[in-house]
C-alpha cells in the first residue's frame, strides 16, 4: 500500500518541480489566458485519475476495495470514484475561500506579479506536506475513535454558522504570529531582491526578504483553513488515498485558478454563502445518517449545485466597482 502513496507524491513533486525549473525558471506575469489554460488542464487531470480510481478500487490494486477481511467490497470501483469526484470538487471549493486570503496578502505587501507564481507554487509544495501529516493524523483519530466522525460534524456546522451570522475579520498580514515570529529571529530586508526568499544586506548580514514573510503567510492561511476542510472531506470518505489525492488535486488547481481569476475574486461576493451551505449540508448529513442516507451521487449533486448558484448570483447582482487596480502590482521590481 505505501509505494501508491510514495509514487504518487513523487509524480506530484516532479510536476512541480518541471514547473517550477523548466517551464517557469524566469518569473513573469502570467497572462489570464495562460491561467485558464492550465485550470482546464489540472481540471482534466483530476478526471482522469478518477478514472484510475476506479480501476485501482475495482481491480483491487495493492488491497484497494478490500474490506478489514481482504473480501472484495461490490461495486468498490464505482464507490470510489464517486467518492473522489465528491470530495476533489469539496475540496476545491472550500479552497476557493484562500484565493481571498492570497489577494489580500500579495496587495499588502505589494508583491509584483512576476513573484507571485514563484510564491503559490513553494506554497503548494509546503500545503501538500502539511496537509499529508494533517490526514495522516485525523485518519489515524477516525480508525481509533467512531466518535470524532461526529465531532469533525459540528466543527463543519459550527464554520458554516460563523461564516453566516458573524461574518470575518479582514486578516492583517503583519499581526500574524509567523510574520512577527520571523521578524524578531531574523533580520528582514526592506526592499525585494527579485524573487528570492534570501538576500544579504549591505552589512553582509543574511536576511529574509519581503517574499518569505508572504510564503509563511500564505502556509499559515492554508493550514488555517485545512482545519475545516480536512475534516469535511472525512465526512465524505475515511478512505486515506482518497483523502489524500483529493486534496492534492485540489490544491493543484488552486494556484492557476488564483491567476485566472485574480483580477476579478472581489466579483464572487456570494460564493461565501454557498460555502457555508455546502458545510452546513456535509455536516448535518454526517449527524443525521444513522437516520437518513445520502448517496454520493446526490451529495456531489448538490455541491456542485451550491456552488453553481453562488457564482451565477454573484456574476448576476454585481457588487459595486471599486477603484482601479494598483499599477505598482503589475510590474517586477529589478
Request: glycine share 6%.
Amino acid at each position: 500500500m505505501m509505494w501508491i502513496y510514495i509514487g504518487f507524491i513523487a509524480f506530484v513533486i516532479t510536476m512541480l518541480m518541471i514547473d517550477l525549473y523548466v517551464v517557469n525558471r524566469k518569473s513573469k506575469v502570467i497572462p489570464m489566458s495562460i491561467a485558464l489554460v492550465w485550470t482546464g488542464v489540472v481540471v482534466l487531470m483530476s478526471l482522469s485519475f478518477s478514472a484510475v480510481i476506479y480501476v485501482m478500487y475495482d481491480e483491487n490494486v495493492a488491497g484497494l476495495g478490500l474490506d478489514s477481511e481482504g473480501v472484495p467490497i461490490p461495486s468498490a470501483g464505482h464507490t470510489a470514484l464517486l467518492q473522489f469526484l465528491q470530495g476533489w470538487v469539496l475540496e476545491y471549493s472550500l479552497s476557493v475561500d484562500n484565493l481571498f486570503v492570497f489577494a489580500l496578502v500579495f496587495g499588502h505587501f505589494r508583491v509584483p506579479l512576476a513573484y507571485q507564481h514563484r510564491v503559490l507554487a513553494w506554497g503548494i509544495i509546503g500545503a501538500v506536506i502539511l496537509r499529508g501529516l494533517m490526514i495522516a493524523i485525523g485518519a489515524a483519530l477516525v480508525s481509533r475513535f467512531e466518535w470524532v466522525i461526529y465531532v469533525f460534524g459540528a466543527i463543519l456546522i459550527w464554520t458554516a454558522l460563523k461564516m453566516l451570522l458573524t461574518g470575518e475579520k479582514e486578516l492583517d498580514p503583519e499581526k500574524t504570529f509567523v510574520v512577527r515570529t520571523a521578524r524578531q529571529l531574523l533580520p528582514v530586508s526592506e526592499q525585494y531582491d527579485r524573487d528570492r526568499f534570501f538576500t544579504r544586506l549591505p552589512t553582509g548580514k543574511m536576511a529574509l526578504t519581503p517574499l518569505f514573510l508572504v510564503l509563511l503567510v500564505v502556509e499559515m492561511t492554508d493550514i488555517v483553513f485545512a482545519v475545516d476542510s480536512i475534516p469535511a472531506i472525512f465526512l465524505v470518505t475515511t478512505d486515506p488515498f482518497i483523502v489524500f489525492t483529493s486534496n492534492v488535486f485540489a490544491i493543484l488547481g488552486l494556484r492557476s485558478l488564483y491567476f485566472a481569476l485574480a483580477g476579478m475574486i472581489d466579483k464572487f461576493r456570494f460564493l461565501k454563502i454557498s460555502l457555508a451551505f455546502i458545510l452546513l449540508f456535509i455536516g448535518g448529513k454526517m449527524l443525521a445518517e444513522h437516520f437518513v442516507h445520502v448517496p454520493a451521487g446526490v451529495s456531489l449533486a448538490v455541491i456542485v449545485s451550491a456552488l453553481a448558484v453562488g457564482v451565477f448570483t454573484s456574476l448576476r447582482f454585481p457588487a459595486r466597482p471599486s477603484g482601479p487596480p494598483d499599477p505598482e502590482l503589475q510590474q517586477a521590481e529589478d
